[in-house]
RNA sequence: GUGGGCGUAGCUCAGCCGGUAGAGCUCUGGAUUGUGGCUCCAGUGGUCGCGGGUUCAAAUCCCGUCGCUCACCCCA
């Protein structure tokens, strides 16, 4: 039997690592200049933290959890999302205590036992961001806001943003009747999931994506015409915050979101190209009662995630070059004398903070001076039975061709200077 | 859970109306005895996913199985 990796899951791998890097430090320094803090929740948690709080007639509850009994019998159950480890987290430490508004993000794997495709798999990264505290619609504009600058960032123009109200505690169970009746008459023409949708979670009628179905959901009563007159006062002061600073959007009211603890302002960025089907790059919203659920002081919240892999796959070529660093001096010794002088060499030129590479096992000088190329190196030391006995060394700019000898007693200055006359 | 496509060298793939494997890239060496990139030459590298069947003979035809992939569903 050959060993493999399990289905669904991926190796992140030298030449595409750097990617995760660089977007992990774009993520860093801009969420930095917002006032959001990292955390970082295990990734297992007790499987009712899930089961509560994604609600027990989702997906993701029903079918998707990886779940396990553990060696003292306890029901543990691999992420499938971040919120629910930050919001337990935030109740457990008493954060509420500390700040009015926590701010806090949070990056790393979470787990969906779901048919991989492209864009999806079975364990798959997240951003995500949690604005804790507050019921005003200022936060929600600013943390979209910062999210758009984000993307920015990351040369990525051409994202839309769709944004909805799904209403609140009181205006959404009406809307939810006044839907159900509309829906009554077309059970018969409506797909045989949104028949089970019908009873279970009737607003998700609204975004079945079969044809027939979306044209019935066309003419049924919208969202937007039965919020309470508090939500659409929020909902319109979050588009007033966002017009403010230009960032745009669109309102698209079949915004429906599939975890159970979303309410008032929720929104979806999509990618119009270079995604298959799955083009959510980006997914969240308000939860007002979720903290107050899990018996926490009330505290309205508002949050999204993203997806790594497929925000990865969508950047463009122009940002991902150059993220490899080449080194900045590749050793070639000629002969055992001067194999044996690469170690403490390399190692004083590292000491003063430079990438050097060399060939351990030797080779020809053709070898090594390919494998320097290759690496796109900067400069070649070459060190070869002249060079040790005269104790100065040929540095090679790889770049133009030109060299200079350096003195084997002040080599790492002498580098250090050649290098930066070329920055 | 349902459906389509595909599994041949490390990678990308050709060969598939049967005659026990090939190209390009990579890697190593050489042309250029201590100077990379371009070019040319040579070499390394394969249980043709796995199992069974048909046949004198199977990468090729048939059956099964596993894996990958895309899509539905749903979601990041």
């Known amino acids: 039997m050959k060993i493999k990796s399990v289905k669904g899951v991926k190796d992140i791998l030298p030449g595409e690592i750097e990617k995760w890097q660089w977007v992990e430090s774009v993520a860093q320094q801009i969420f930095f200049r917002y006032g959001f803090k990292e955390i970082r929740p295990p990734i297992f948690e007790y499987t009712n933290l899930f089961k509560r709080s994604i609600g027990d007639t989702t997906d993701i509850v029903e079918k998707e959890m990886y779940t396990f009994k553990d060696k003292g019998g306890e029901e543990i159950t691999l ?7 930050v919001v337990r987290s935030y109740i457990e430490h008493k954060m509420h205590g500390q700040n009015p508004l926590t701010k806090l993000y949070y990056f790393g794997p979470m787990f969906r036992y ?15 961001v949690e604005a804790m505290g507050s019921p005003s619609p200022a936060i929600d504009a600013e943390v979209m806001t910062m999210l758009m600058e984000f993307f920015k960032l990351l040369g990525l123009n051409d994202l839309e943003m769709q944004i909805n109200s799904l209403g609140c505690k009181v205006c959404r169970p009406q809307y939810r009747e006044i839907l159900k009746t509309a829906i009554k008459p ?5 797909c045989t999931n949104c028949n089970q949708r019908y009873e279970r979670n009737p607003l998700r009628v609204l975004d079945c994506k079969v044809e027939r179905d979306g044209k019935i959901a066309k003419g049924l009563p919208k969202i937007k015409d039965h919020l309470c007159a508090q939500c659409e006062q929020d909902f319109a002061d979050v588009q007033k915050h966002l017009d403010a600073v230009n960032t745009s ?15 008032k302002t929720s929104f979806e960025v999509i990618s119009k190209t270079g995604l298959g089907s799955q083009n959510a790059v980006c997914g969240g919203g308000r939860y007002d009662s979720l903290v107050e659920d899990f018996d926490g002081p009330p505290t309205p919240c508002f949050g999204f995630a993203l997806g790594m892999e497929r925000l990865i796959s969508i950047l463009p070529d122009e940002k991902l070059q150059g993220l490899e660093q080449p080194p900045d001096v590749h050793l070639v010794c000629l002969g055992e004398e001067a194999q044996q002088l690469a170690f403490p060499i390399t190692h004083q030129l590292r000491a003063v903070g430079l990438y050097v590479e060399r060939e351990i096992d030797g080779g020809s000088m053709k070898s090594q001076m390919r494998k320097a190329n290759k690496l796109a190196s900067r400069f070649t030391l070459i060190i070869g039975e002249d060079e040790i006995k005269n104790q100065r060394y040929l540095l090679k700019n790889m770049d133009g061709g030109e060299q200079w000898e350096v003195s084997a007693n002040t080599l790492a200055k002498e580098v250090q200077s050649r290098l930066k006359s070329f920055d």
């Open 79 to 85: 992420r499938p999302e971040g919120t629910a480890s």
């Open 114 to 128: 779901e048919r991989p495709q492209a864009g999806r798999f079975r364990q798959f990264y997240q951003i995500g």
């Open 186 to 190: 077309h059970l018969q023409e409506l």
């Open 249 to 263: 959007y669109t309102v698209n009211d079949q915004i429906v979101r599939g975890l159970d603890y979303y309410n």
